[in-house]
């Protein structure tokens, strides 16, 4: 391995680096991780504007999200032939099922009658029948029946398939979009769709999915987890064993950006701990009660000889942990996986509002679906977890939505307690960074240079589709 080098870099964290740590795993890590990608954003303020206007949340509907690819389901959650999965945003209700012959496709949920939606809830069908007055069709989207057709004699040559939306599967995700000029799913995201290559996400089953109303626009709830920095005032509980200011950001393309942040370290906002402490608090915080959606696994009572003043000893003890833990539970072999790929946050964000981390561990995704107003949006938690091996992949379990009234830790025997109070910490901010942008007198926010960049660089590609130079002319 490379020596470790202490650094201090122009707008970044004095001390340890990200990449310093990758070159200190114990197995070498993917090329994909030590690549580093910035683009100068600029030290502007940002308006308020788009997260506060009805106007903008308009333009939104018009211009980008009919125009973007979009994550509406996973495979795991319609497995077998007239599965049916209902996709609701921005104003919009789609009609997802599983064909014949493995495939799936995505309707417009709405009759072509009077324009009832023709289901409102997941599930199987045998055929999409109005409630309203019956017309009937097929789940490859052809006609079947119209009653009293005597009447509709001027529809006799007319096409009444029901109009599709593109779908692609990737990764085991069902991802759509409206518009059929845009390039395939892979080309449109670049580089990081390989990154999940590794990993085996089609294999994976959803395993944990809880969705809550947060009193926040979509957009700032989902910027809250662009940063790892807030940890420090929001998380004090996680500084022990995360670096929080170490993490490293990565803008690339329009589309995609990343925040990959280091656990198994100190925190560079406390000082005098060694390796050992590192240790202890991560015990604490990974097994007890969150055991049934244990992402790490503690290192145990006699972690073995390790250099307690190495400022990665933790790291490498519980990463070794994690292998071995991860091989007891799913049967693979992990002997190979780096560290970082064992330990790590991997907080990939797929725009607009997709977050798949990657990661042998089992793996967050979040999503957030914008609502009725600016003013509140719904947020989206998944954990996807390996299929053991040798095993059938499990059906999704069902959603559980957690009423607008209760915490997350309402789901705290769904989540685990220790999860579950992260996001409740995070959500005790959001409604009041909504209601304190409109409180701005000048309606402008002050970012910082390098870690609220992916913030930037959202706003930026949410620009270029408000101005049109999005989605790019085929």
Excluded at 108 to 120: D, E, I, S
Excluded at 208 to 234: D, G, L, Y
Excluded at 252 to 263: K, Q
Excluded at 326 to 340: H, L, P, R, T, V
Aim: charged share 25%.
């Amino acid at each position: 391995m490379n020596e470790i080098k202490t650094m201090t870099q122009d707008g970044r964290c004095p001390g340890i680096s990200y990449t310093d740590m990758l070159n200190g795993d114990t197995r070498t890590p993917p090329d994909y991780l030590f690549e580093e990608s910035t683009i100068d954003m600029g030290n502007e303020p940002l308006s308020v504007e788009p997260y506060i206007s009805e106007e903008f949340a308009a333009l939104e509907r018009e211009k980008m999200w009919p125009n973007v690819w979009l994550f509406a389901a996973r495979e795991d959650e319609m497995p077998d032939p007239g599965d049916t999965v209902v996709f609701e945003i921005a104003g919009k209700s789609f009609l997802l099922i599983r064909q014949k012959d493995g495939s799936v496709r995505g309707f417009y949920n709405a009759c072509l009658h009077r324009g009832r939606k023709l289901r409102t809830e997941c599930g199987p069908s045998v055929q999409l029948r109005c409630p309203f007055h019956g017309f009937t069709w097929r789940n490859d989207g052809g006609l079947k029946e119209i009653p009293s057709e005597w009447d509709f004699e001027h529809l006799k040559d007319k096409n009444m398939n029901l109009p599709e939306a593109r779908i692609e599967l990737w990764q085991g995700f069902v991802m759509l979009t409206e518009n059929h000029d845009l390039p395939d799913f892979k080309s449109w995201l670049g580089p990081a769709a390989s990154h999940y290559e590794r990993y085996d996400f089609e294999n994976r089953y959803t395993g944990m999915w809880v969705q809550k109303r947060i009193p926040a626009n979509w957009k700032a709830t989902a910027e809250a987890f662009m940063e790892a920095w807030h940890s420090i005032v929001t998380h004090p509980q996680l500084l022990p064993f995360l670096g929080d200011a170490n993490t490293r950001y990565d803008l690339i393309g329009d589309h995609f950006n990343r925040a990959i942040t280091p656990s198994g370290v100190l925190s560079p906002h406390m000082k005098g701990k060694d390796s050992n402490y590192v240790l202890s608090k991560m015990n604490e915080f990974s097994g007890g009660a969150d055991a049934d959606t244990n992402r790490r696994f503690a290192a145990g009572d006699n972690p073995g000889d390790f250099d307690a003043a190495d400022p990665l000893g933790a790291r490498k003890v519980l990463a070794e942990a994690g292998r071995k833990g991860f091989a007891e539970q799913y049967g693979y072999d992990y002997s190979e996986a780096s560290d970082s790929e064992i330990l790590d946050n991997f907080t990939y964000n797929i725009f607009p509002n997709f977050a798949p981390w990657i990661g042998f561990l089992p793996t967050l995704v979040y999503r957030w679906l914008p609502d009725e107003t600016p003013d509140s949006c719904v947020m989206e938690i998944r954990l996807l977890f390996p299929t053991p091996k040798g095993e059938k992949r499990p059906r999704a379990v069902e959603k559980t939505f957690i009423p607008d009234d209760e915490p997350f830790a309402w789901a705290a025997n769904i989540m685990g307690p220790q999860l579950a109070n992260v996001f409740d910490q995070d959500m005790a901010n959001l409604p009041h960074v909504q209601t304190g942008m409109k409180s701005m007198k000048d309606g402008l926010m002050e970012l910082g240079s390098y870690q609220d960049s992916r913030v930037r660089h959202f706003q930026t590609t949410l620009k270029k589709y408000i101005d049109g130079e999005l989605p790019a002319a085929t």
